[in-house]
């Protein structure tokens, strides 16, 4: 299987965690952000939205990070990333929904604004838009914020994809100027999964180290 990313990208992070946790050996190729590359006729076989990340498993094509976690994480032995249990899988599936429809959303908007376009050089930041970003993300948080309340990750003991899912856009919390200070559950809970090996493997920094 070959996978490609962006080194510094959420959605791909999220797909090298899980790469990680279940140890899979993959072919794993970073591409330039913006560059040609993503508009090339091979690559467009492959991904038509011209976006990583994207997966090669033979003759199957797959984008989108949410299914490329899910289908990784069904294809070896069970595991508790995507357990074969059809309401836990649904549980995780919710929150995985739930992070694309609102949480994520609202955190991209804000990092894209206040951190992306400074740093890309493509224009100031929107202001209404931050606004009404922040204003879904307090509509949104205290959700996730009561479900850490007596739990160790998302749904429970152990790590998931939901986990994974979630937490992939809150490595640029700080840089975009994500207002998390009322939420300890959330940060202790995004702590905990920094800490874990697969996560910091994940880490810009170290997946260049792959590419060098």
């Avoid at 429809?101 to 400074?118: D, L, Q, S, V």
Wanted: charged letters at 25%.
């Amino acid at each position: 299987m070959r996978l490609y990313i962006f080194n510094a990208s959420p959605n791909c992070r999220k797909v090298m965690a899980v790469v990680n946790h279940l140890r899979l050996e993959l072919d794993v190729k970073s591409l330039v952000p913006f560059s040609e590359e993503l508009r090339s006729e091979s690559y467009l076989a492959i991904n038509p939205n011209a976006k990583v990340p994207a997966l090669e498993d033979g003759d199957f094509n797959l984008w989108e990070s949410t299914a490329i976690m899910q289908y990784l994480a069904s294809k070896g032995s069970e595991n508790e990333l995507f357990p074969k249990d059809s309401k836990k899988r649904a549980d995780i599936m919710r929150w995985q929904s739930w992070d694309q429809a609102h949480f994520g959303k609202a955190i991209g908007a804000m990092a894209w604004e206040n951190f992306a376009k400074p740093t890309f050089n493509i224009g100031e930041p929107d202001l209404a838009v931050v606004e009404q970003a922040e204003v879904e993300f307090h509509t949104y948080a205290p959700v996730l914020e009561q479900q850490l309340e007596s739990r160790i990750f998302v749904t429970g003991e152990n790590i998931t994809l939901a986990d994974y899912s979630l937490g992939a856009i809150l490595m640029y919390a700080t840089p975009g100027k994500v207002p998390l200070e009322p939420y300890p559950n959330i940060k202790t809970w995004y702590q905990r999964m920094e800490a874990t090996d697969a996560w910091k493997k994940t880490s810009p920094e170290e997946l260049d180290k792959l590419n060098n």
